[in-house]
């Protein structure tokens, strides 16, 4: 021990050890470095396994998305506080938002009826044409596929809006929510900036 450095190791079977040098067999072991005194003045850590690697890796990737998150949240409260002055800006908002969902609605309920009212009237030619007896005319078989496609597409669309709306509706009362928080709004403050306000 010219340098007067001890190491100390534990062998696989949990036996502690001290030597001048940590033996071969167990450098990839986690070691002490003591000095003179026995002191430890620094340590060695074991070589990482394959799974200790693979954990810091998956460990590493939940640190980022968790920052990540976080940044987006940030942004997200940012662009909040920008956009909107009160919870009464929010509502506007989201009164527009849904107003225009309920204008495709009405346009698409429209086309739907209109469709089913296409598809009986091509239904009903097919049958004085065909007496319920002929082969159906392939102009009114195509037109009514097409029809009926479409009716199916308005329809689709139809659930579509529908789901617009309960999306902007839980959008909107999440945003109200974060807003009230942010600006650390509570109902007693909302009212007595109402009372002030008038």
Same mark, same amino acid.
């Given at each position: 021990m010219a340098d007067g450095k001890m190491y100390k190791w534990t062998d696989e079977n949990g036996v502690v050890h001290y030597g001048d040098h940590v033996p071969a067999k $167990?450098? =990839? &072991?986690?070691?002490? !470095?003591? @000095?003179?005194?026995? !002191?430890?003045?620094?340590?060695? +850590? *074991? +070589? =990482? /396994?394959?799974?200790?690697?693979?954990?810091? %890796?998956?460990?590493r990737g939940l640190e980022q998305e968790r920052l990540a998150a976080e940044a987006a949240r940030r942004a997200y409260d940012r662009a909040l506080l920008d956009s909107y002055e009160s919870v009464d800006d929010i509502l506007a908002t989201r009164k527009r938002r849904l107003? *225009? !969902?309920?204008?495709?609605? !009405?346009? /698409?309920? $429209? $086309? %739907? &009826?209109?469709?089913? @009212?296409?598809? *009986?009237?091509? +239904?009903?030619e097919i049958g004085r044409v065909t007496g319920g007896t002929r082969k159906v005319p392939k102009r009114l078989a195509d037109e009514l /596929?097409?029809? =009926?496609?479409?009716?199916?597409? $308005?329809? +689709? @669309?139809? #659930?579509g809006h529908y789901l617009d709306q309960a999306r902007i509706r839980i959008k909107y009362a999440e945003d109200i929510e974060?807003?009230?928080?942010?600006?650390?709004? /509570? #109902?007693?403050? %909302?009212?007595e900036a109402s009372a002030a306000d008038s």
């Amino acid at each position: 021990m010219a340098d007067g450095k001890m190491y100390k190791w534990t062998d696989e079977n949990g036996v502690v050890h001290y030597g001048d040098h940590v033996p071969a067999k $167990h450098v =990839k &072991s986690r070691a002490e !470095v003591l @000095n003179s005194q026995g !002191v430890t003045v620094s340590v060695i +850590e *074991a +070589e =990482k /396994t394959s799974e200790d690697l693979a954990e810091e %890796i998956r460990l590493r990737g939940l640190e980022q998305e968790r920052l990540a998150a976080e940044a987006a949240r940030r942004a997200y409260d940012r662009a909040l506080l920008d956009s909107y002055e009160s919870v009464d800006d929010i509502l506007a908002t989201r009164k527009r938002r849904l107003d *225009a !969902v309920d204008g495709q609605i !009405v346009f /698409t309920t $429209h $086309h %739907i &009826s209109q469709m089913k @009212n296409r598809i *009986a009237s091509i +239904e009903g030619e097919i049958g004085r044409v065909t007496g319920g007896t002929r082969k159906v005319p392939k102009r009114l078989a195509d037109e009514l /596929t097409r029809a =009926k496609n479409s009716l199916q597409e $308005h329809m +689709e @669309n139809l #659930e579509g809006h529908y789901l617009d709306q309960a999306r902007i509706r839980i959008k909107y009362a999440e945003d109200i929510e974060r807003f009230k928080v942010l600006r650390g709004l /509570t #109902e007693e403050k %909302i009212v007595e900036a109402s009372a002030a306000d008038s």
